[in-house]
C-alpha cells in the first residue's frame, strides 16, 4: 500500500533526536509523499527545509491560529517569499481554533485568517485549514474567497458542515480519530464524502491511530486510517489509498 500523507509536523521537536532515521524510515516503506505543514513562522521555515531536502516532502507555509497575534504585514511578506521556493504548495495551517481560551481573541484569529486566505488567493495557492469548535465563522470566511481551494484538515465537524465545504470545493482530512472507538461522528462525516474529495493524513506527532493510540505518530501508521475508511466506503484499501493519492496529487498541483 502507497501512501501520501496530507499533513505532518516532522519539524516537531519530538523528532529531533531522530528525524533523519525516521525519514529515512518513510521513503523505505512505502510513503511517496508528505506535506509537511508550518503552524509557527518557524515550523514554516522549517517545513521549507524539509522540502528542500527530502525528494518527497512538500512545504505548507502558513501561521496556526495559536499564534494569530504574530500576524502582521512583516509576517506576510515572508511568508510570500518562502512561497516562491517551487515545492512549497499550500498556505498553512490557518484558521480558527475557539476550544483553546489560551488562544488569541476571536477577532485577532479572524484578522490573520483573512490575510493569509488573502495571500493564498494573490498566490494562487490551495490552504490548509485548522477549524475547531469555530465552524460558522470558518465558513464564512471561506465564502468570503471562491477562488481559493484547500482541505479541511484533521475534520472535526458534522456531515452536514462536511456538505457545506464540500461545495466550495474543499477537500476532508481524515485523521486516526476515525478509529477510534467513539468516532461514530466521524464515520457519518466519511460515509458522506465521495472518494474523489478524501484525504488521509497523520497531524503526527499527534492522533495516532488505534493501535498506535496515544504514541508518537509518523506516516506510515496512515494504513490504518486507510483501512477503516475502505471498510466505511465499502472499498479495497488499495483502491481508497490510490483514489487519496490523486486527490492530494491534484489538490496540490503536482504532476
Known amino acids: ?132 469548535d469555530a465552524h460558522g465563522d470558518t465558513l464564512e470566511i471561506l465564502k468570503m474567497f471562491p477562488e481559493v481551494r484547500g482541505v479541511i484538515h484533521c475534520f472535526s465537524g458534522s456531515a452536514e458542515f462536511a456538505k457545506e465545504c464540500l461545495k466550495l470545493g474543499y477537500y476532508i482530512g481524515f485523521t486516526g480519530v476515525v478509529t477510534f472507538k467513539n468516532a461514530r461522528k466521524i464515520i457519518d462525516v466519511a460515509k458522506e464524502v465521495p472518494l474523489d474529495r478524501i484525504l488521509v493524513e497523520t497531524d503526527c506527532p499527534y492522533m495516532a491511530p488505534v493501535p498506535y493510540r496515544g504514541k508518537r505518530n509518523r506516516s506510515e501508521y496512515i494504513k490504518y486510517i486507510i483501512e477503516k475508511l475502505a471498510q466505511i466506503k465499502g472499498v479495497p484499501p488499495e483502491d481508497l489509498s490510490h483514489q487519496t493519492i490523486l486527490n492530494v496529487k491534484e489538490l496540490l498541483n503536482l504532476k
Open 1 to 132: 500500500m502507497y501512501i501520501f500523507d496530507s499533513h505532518a509536523h516532522y519539524d516537531d521537536e519530538s523528532f529531533n533526536e531522530d528525524r533523519e532515521l525516521v525519514i529515512k524510515d518513510l521513503k523505505e516503506n512505502n510513503i511517496v509523499g508528505v506535506l509537511n505543514c508550518g503552524a509557527s513562522l518557524q515550523g514554516a521555515r522549517d517545513s521549507v527545509k524539509l522540502a528542500k531536502g527530502n525528494s518527497f516532502f512538500y512545504a505548507a507555509i502558513g501561521i496556526h491560529p495559536e499564534f494569530a497575534d504574530i500576524v502582521d504585514d512583516l509576517v506576510i511578506d515572508e511568508l510570500r517569499k518562502l512561497s516562491k521556493y517551487e515545492k512549497v504548495r499550500a498556505i498553512g495551517e490557518i484558521g480558527l481554533d475557539y476550544y483553546d481560551d489560551e488562544n488569541p481573541p476571536r477577532e485577532v484569529q479572524k484578522r490573520a485568517f483573512i490575510k493569509q486566505m488573502k495571500l493564498a488567493h494573490e498566490l494562487s495557492l490551495p490552504v490548509v485549514i485548522h477549524n475547531r
